[in-house]
């Protein structure tokens, strides 16, 4: 491993029975970045994960994690990272404080030691008037916050999220994506899997694209956009049932067309002159939109379906 390379992998394959899961794939994780898995159900996101963190075993290849071996070294890596599952995994029972502190002595941190950390990562959290509260009548931002801290609370070097954002209200997830912000400016290095472009564009330093088990794309957010994309982007929605039909007439106006269920995106560098090309030849869409070119795009280009499939 390089110095700074906190995780390596060459050619890991994970598989279930006949079932392969995950199919020969290379990562690097390199100290201090945010890195993302982007990808639909079913791509393999969770099962590398699950590798990563020392839970889960390797079929083939080599993994090696703050470069010790997983299959041997397992409790002293997950000793020095933190995880944020899917679901979360709180005691209902117990209070914000108590989840904490309890979840902080299976580390063997004294007590003491525990009550500190526990103040200091609500307050970073912005949930300290919550310590004495029990989890269940929690919202579901609050609760993912609680989470977020109880994984810090070893004080890791690496913290892994397994869709942190999923299922939460845009104002909460704002709140998670400036707390992993801060995260990363005091030296977090972070893994992450998501089905929100947005999100990676806005936390990820680089990341890959995976699909049925492989990588079929790697860079920085920015990079993968340029490299897969035009620049803009025009969204045309005609009445329903006719973007099929409507599609042949747009030949010609961008670089390529991709038509969806509910719209057809024309690829241009000029969305405005785009648009203008459709208005002169006669068409009326219902409505239309010029944007700039997203991750959604890449992964329209790259796998030939929505992240939500």
């Given at each position: 491993?390089a110095?700074d390379?906190l995780?390596t992998?060459?050619?890991?394959?994970k598989?279930?029975?006949?079932f392969?899961?995950v199919?020969?794939?290379?990562?690097?994780?390199?100290?201090?970045?945010?890195f993302?898995?982007?990808?639909?159900?079913?791509?393999?996101?969770?099962?590398?994960?699950?590798?990563?963190?020392?839970?889960?075993?390797?079929?083939?290849?080599t993994?090696?994690?703050?470069?010790?071996?997983?299959a041997?070294a397992?409790r002293?890596?997950?000793?020095?990272?933190?995880?944020?599952p899917?679901?979360?995994?709180?005691?209902?029972?117990?209070t914000?404080?108590?989840?904490?502190?309890?979840?902080?002595?299976?580390?063997?941190?004294?007590?003491?030691?525990?009550?500190?950390?526990?103040?200091?990562?609500?307050?970073?959290?912005?949930?300290?008037?919550?310590?004495?509260s029990?989890?269940?009548?929690?919202?579901?931002?609050?609760?993912?916050?609680v989470t977020?801290?109880?994984?810090?609370?070893?004080?890791p070097?690496l913290?892994?999220?397994?869709?942190?954002?999923?299922?939460?209200?845009?104002?909460?997830?704002?709140?998670?994506w400036?707390?992993?912000?801060?995260?990363?400016?005091?030296?977090v290095?972070?893994?992450?899997?998501?089905?929100?472009?947005?999100?990676?564009?806005?936390?990820?330093?680089?990341?890959?694209?995976?699909?049925?088990?492989?990588?079929?794309?790697?860079?920085?957010?920015?990079?993968?956009?340029?490299?897969?994309?035009?620049r803009e982007?025009?969204?045309?929605?005609?009445?329903?049932?006719r973007?099929?039909?409507?599609?042949?007439?747009?030949?010609?106006?961008?670089?390529?067309?991709?038509?969806?269920?509910?719209?057809v995106?024309?690829?241009?560098?000029d969305g405005?002159?785009?648009?203008?090309?459709v208005?002169d030849?006669?068409?009326?869409?219902?409505?239309?939109?010029?944007?700039?070119s997203?991750?959604?795009?890449?992964?329209?280009?790259?796998?030939?379906?929505?992240?939500?499939e």
């Open positions: 491993m110095a390379d995780i992998g060459v050619g890991i394959v598989r279930f029975g006949a392969t899961a199919d020969g794939i290379d990562i690097t994780v390199r100290r201090g970045e945010v993302g898995f982007l990808g639909p159900n079913g791509a393999g996101k969770s099962s590398t994960m699950r590798m990563i963190g020392a839970t889960s075993p390797i079929s083939e290849g993994l090696r994690v703050f470069d010790l071996d997983p041997v397992g002293r890596i997950r000793a020095r990272m933190g995880v944020v899917q679901q979360d995994q709180l005691d209902n029972e117990l914000v404080a108590e989840n904490l502190i309890i979840y902080g002595r299976y580390f063997d941190i004294p007590r003491a030691e525990c009550k500190r950390r526990t103040a200091e990562l609500l307050e970073f959290v912005q949930l300290s008037e919550r310590a004495g029990r989890v269940e009548p929690l919202s579901g931002g609050m609760k993912r916050r977020i801290a109880r994984s810090l609370i070893n004080e070097e913290l892994l999220l397994d869709e942190p954002t999923t299922g939460l209200d845009p104002q909460a997830r704002h709140l998670l400036d707390k992993l912000y801060r995260l990363k400016q005091q030296g290095t972070q893994v992450l899997t998501t089905h929100y472009m947005d999100e990676a564009e806005q936390l990820c330093d680089r990341l890959v694209v995976m699909d049925g088990g492989r990588i079929v794309a790697e860079g920085s957010p920015r990079s993968l956009i340029e490299a897969h994309s035009t982007v025009l969204e045309l929605r005609f009445p329903a049932g973007n099929e039909e409507h599609a042949p007439e747009l030949d010609g106006i961008g670089e390529r067309t991709e038509v969806l269920p509910d719209r995106l024309v690829y241009a560098p405005e002159k785009a648009l203008a090309t208005h030849r006669g068409l009326m869409p219902e409505s239309a939109l010029v944007r700039r997203s991750l959604e795009d890449v992964f329209l280009r790259l796998t030939g379906r929505t992240l939500v």
